[in-house]
């Protein structure tokens, strides 16, 4: 059953036959016009209303003002059939008045309909998938419905049905303009809720961004996007990344069993809308290089393959996080369906006979085609990145992008090596790595050992000594002369309670290496590469297990760093190329190094004698606590005192006496 919550007024005109009789219409008395069939009322209206009981009628047709006057003239027609159908049975004079008066709002609201602009919403959507009668009608309820102005029971096709069935309509053709072949499905103003059920028992969802234009009053529906440069159009961009993502996520829930209908129509709708003024701004702007790309006739890319595109495009500028399954093989699957059961059927645009993977568009992270496959469930979790040769065909700067979306944990190596003090055996073995990652085709191409090594070509160091020897200073110093960024590993983020996520964050934290081109930093590598025969839990010897395969798959540069070197798996040793011990600083080293962390600008006393400072047996990371402190005690006297030789001791003994390793005892001295 349906009800309008509000009433309307009368309006000052009503069809003669409701006050006339049929001898005083064929007599034509009281100035009665038989071809127009109604005239102006003398009788005041609240009379009419009293005597004759009936609904408003309507006035002269004429185009809608606004979205308000339409839709109130929809409730008001809604209103008067229902009256008439549940007096249908009835032969009596009065329903065949209300009858009369059904027909006059039904020619009114569509007349009127029919001559309003495009500047009302409805209306230009209704004339743009050209809609008939009885579709405006379905769709005008479903939104009223929507906006709380009309109350339907469950909201299914039978209960529209009741609320739009007319005198003489078959029911059949109701139903058939709510099914999935008609006008209003295909146009995806509407979709249902529950797509298992019959069609009859099925409730319908309008299109909600649809319903926003209406409640809002903004059109959703304009022509492109304002933007006035490409940098200005891949920022905008951001907003059909996150439309997508959501979109991937409501029908993950529809596929697993828990998901709200609702939810995905809203955001598949809203993703549409995005791609069509994106659409529509790549149209206005056709000299850009996204656009030559993208609407290229020749390329064959189109639909769901730039949708694709577009979305991995996002990756690269960061729009989300690298590691957000949109960007896996199910999450792309999922964000171009419309439906459930056509995500398989989409996963065919990722296989290794695609037109994107073999025209050199997309790949796996990090190239891996080994990992491709025609396989909808295998496709399901590989990480998909375009290629450079994509980026280059989109004008996009790559490693500007890189950069983009570089994410919190790869980022720019600040120390250099000419800030570090080493010895002699360190400096050897770091060259040896430098050199082998600056020149790695000479030594595998073409000097010929990838021939014979087709795998385990990443330079693997590992840096172990006691804390404060520099380990993590010269990791990064490596970075920067490598012109590299850096990735740490971090052991919390990496780590999961939940099964098998582990082992996605190992996989994840090397593909993210991968795509930076980064070296790959993992300190306090004991946490992770344990000895396995020490392991408790089944799921620990997986995490090693996934641990050593990735790194014998690695290509790049990656360092290990640990004081507890005996604590690694045995597995490890064969896998690490180059083995480094960071000794603690002899005193010649010290000497240096004092001499490093004191700034010319630091108001040095003359007291102050480097020599004697390096009699003290400090790593480097003690002295630069030592420099720290001493700093602090000279500026507690004020911002213009210096430095005496006094604070540099106080400062050392802070160092020493507080050590809980070798001899000393934990605290300070009395």
Known sequence: MIFLKNNLPWTSYVPCSIVKSKKQKRKGENGYDHKKGRRKMKTPIKEIS?????????????????????????????????KVISEKAECTLESTKKLAAEREWYSYWHCSFTRTGDEIELCRCSRKHRLNRLEREILTALILERMGMLKISRRSCSDIVQALERPGDKLVKIIRCMSEQGRLFKAKLISYEDEDEDLCERRLVVDPGLVDSIIYGKAKYHLGWPVKSEGELLDRLCFLTRALQKKSDALEGLVRG??????????????DRLGNSLDETLALHSDWRISNFLNDPESGFKGNQRTILLTLLGKELGHLS??????????LARAVSSFPEHVPHCMRYLKSDSNLITGGLIQPCGGEESLLTNDPRSLENIEFELTGKCLDLLGIDKKLAKNRAGGDKVRAAKMRMEQLVLSEAVQEALQMALT????????????????LIPY?????????????VGKTACAEAMAHELDKPILTADYSEIQNCFVGNT????VRIF?????????????EADAMFYDRDSANHNWEVRDVNVLLQELEKFQGICILSTNRKITLDKALERRIAIKIEFAPPDRELRRRIWQKLLPKKLPLAKDVDVERLANEELTGG???NAVLNAARMGLCRGPKSKINMKDFQKAIQMETTGKWTGDKRIGFRG
């Open 258 to 271: 828990h998901g709200n209908e609702m939810e995905f129509c809203k955001f598949s709708r809203k993703a």
């Open 50 to 82: 009293r005597r004759s009981k009936l609904v408003a009628v309507p006035p002269a047709i004429s185009p809608f003002t606004s979205i308000d006057a339409l839709l109130e003239a929809a409730g008001q027609m809604f209103s008067v059939r229902q």
């Open 511 to 523: 593909r993210d290496a991968r795509r930076h081109d980064a070296l790959l930093f993992w300190d």
């Open 622 to 624: 003690e002295i630069k």
């Open 456 to 468: 385990r070509r990443a330079v693997v160091i590992l840096f172990s000594g006691p804390p404060g």
């Open 322 to 331: 690298a590691n957000d399954t949109l960007f896996q093989g199910g999450g």
């Open 436 to 451: 082998q990652s600056r020149h790695a085709d000479v030594l595998v191409q073409e000097w010929g050992l990838g021939e």
């Open 503 to 506: 082992e996605k964050n190992i």
